[in-house]
């Protein structure tokens, strides 16, 4: 079964500093992978989605991600966050071999921004 | 964009009542919606997976008798929470996908925030 892990909880950084967020899979093939972030009252908002081709995938909000398959890992980053950037984000992953379209979340990581 | 809207947005109900929490694609047909539960701090567990005009395929361990998912219009799903308890308070979430493939992005909606007392 696939799973997916977000080893940082909680991260602080501050107003102008880069962000990177880590994430690692557990999937016998390249899954489907995607970054989510949850503003507090706001549903999950797609930021960006990896599925094949170039390895480093750009999203919204100036929001990047790479796909390590060495690593299994797809790491979130952000060169310099703004105070907007404080909320929840998740990774998930979808089954390509699957007709189930499911997706599995990690546990999140929420950042928090200082000024 | 895609927007997906829920409603209600809260709700508060008395243990024994039934709750109807609707979930709808407002700007595009969704072949596939998606019902999750999410806890304090916690991460997205699916519940249900419900396309149109079909019977929903329920998680392991989702009781079908208890979450009623009906996905009557390409538009449209409802989650009814049947003789809530207060271990059902919990906020649920929606998503919806416009076509019927894994790579498709899945639209969330705001949410529901259930509480039973």
Redesign the interface.
């Known amino acids: 079964a696939q799973s997916v892990t977000q080893p940082d909880i909680h991260i602080t950084v501050s107003e102008g500093a880069s962000l990177e967020l880590r994430c690692n899979y557990s999937y016998g093939a390249t899954p489907?992978l995607?970054w989510?972030v949850q503003s507090p009252?706001?549903?999950?908002?797609?930021l960006l989605?990896y599925?094949s081709g170039d390895t480093l995938v750009q999203g919204i909000k100036g929001f990047e991600a790479e796909f390590k398959r060495s690593q299994s890992s797809f790491n979130l980053r952000k060169p310099s966050v703004h105070w907007s950037d404080a909320a929840e984000y998740?990774c998930a992953v979808?089954?390509?071999r699957?007709?189930?379209?499911?997706?599995?979340?990690?546990?999140?990581t929420?950042v928090t921004v200082r000024a | 964009g895609a927007v997906v809207s829920q409603h209600p947005s809260w709700v508060i109900c008395k243990s024994g009542t039934s709750v109807k929490i609707e979930c709808r694609s407002l700007d595009f047909q969704a072949t596939t919606m998606f019902w999750y539960r999410q806890f304090p701090k916690q991460s997205l567990m699916l519940m249900a997976t419900s396309n149109e005009g079909s019977k929903a395929t329920y998680e392991q361990g989702v009781e079908k008798d208890k979450f009623l998912i009906n996905h009557a219009s390409l538009t449209l799903s409802t989650l009814t929470v049947t003789s809530a308890h207060p271990e059902d308070s919990s906020f649920y979430i929606c998503s919806a996908a416009q076509r019927l493939h894994p790579s498709d992005t899945q639209y969330f909606g705001p949410g529901t925030r259930l509480t039973v007392l």
């Open positions: 489907y995607f989510y009252g706001q549903g999950l908002q797609l989605k599925f998740f979808g089954n390509p699957s007709n189930d379209y499911k997706l599995s979340f990690g546990a999140g929420t």
